[in-house]
């Protein structure tokens, strides 16, 4: 199994970025999939999932900001991020969700910095 996000950089508050995460090795279709993001000395937080059915669920600070979705077809899950704020900067990561725990080992995460 291989989950590699990308597309993270530095933008200034107000700004977007679009994360990316490949994955490789697992059924991508059949799963639930979500993005977390993790600040240097905090736990990693669930930000944002979506069901193979395309459900979607999103923390409250992200819900009308972000939007997660998938392209099974490129075994892609994509995160949308608009009017970053700086508490939105952390390190984030795709994984597979079951019952609201992530399932394998993590993968290479994108850093994402908002500036003030």
């Known amino acids: 199994v291989q989950l590699q996000a990308s597309g993270g950089g530095l933008v200034q508050a107000g700004g977007s970025l679009r994360l990316s995460c490949a994955a490789s090795?697992?059924?991508?279709?059949?799963?639930?999939m979500a993005w977390f993001r993790q600040v240097p000395g905090k736990q990693r937080e669930l930000v944002a999932s979506?069901?193979?059915?395309?459900?979607?669920n999103y923390i409250d600070s992200v819900k009308g900001r972000f939007t997660i979705s998938r392209d099974n077809a490129k075994k892609t899950l994509y995160l949308q991020m608009n009017s970053l704020q700086p508490e939105d900067t952390a390190v984030y990561y795709c994984?597979?969700?079951?019952?609201?725990?992530?399932?394998?080992?993590w993968g290479q995460g994108t850093l994402v910095t908002v500036s003030s």
């Open positions: 994984n597979r969700l079951v019952r609201g725990e992530p399932v394998y080992r």
């Open positions: 979506i069901t193979s059915s395309t459900i979607t």
């Open positions: 090795g697992i059924m991508f279709s059949l799963y639930t």
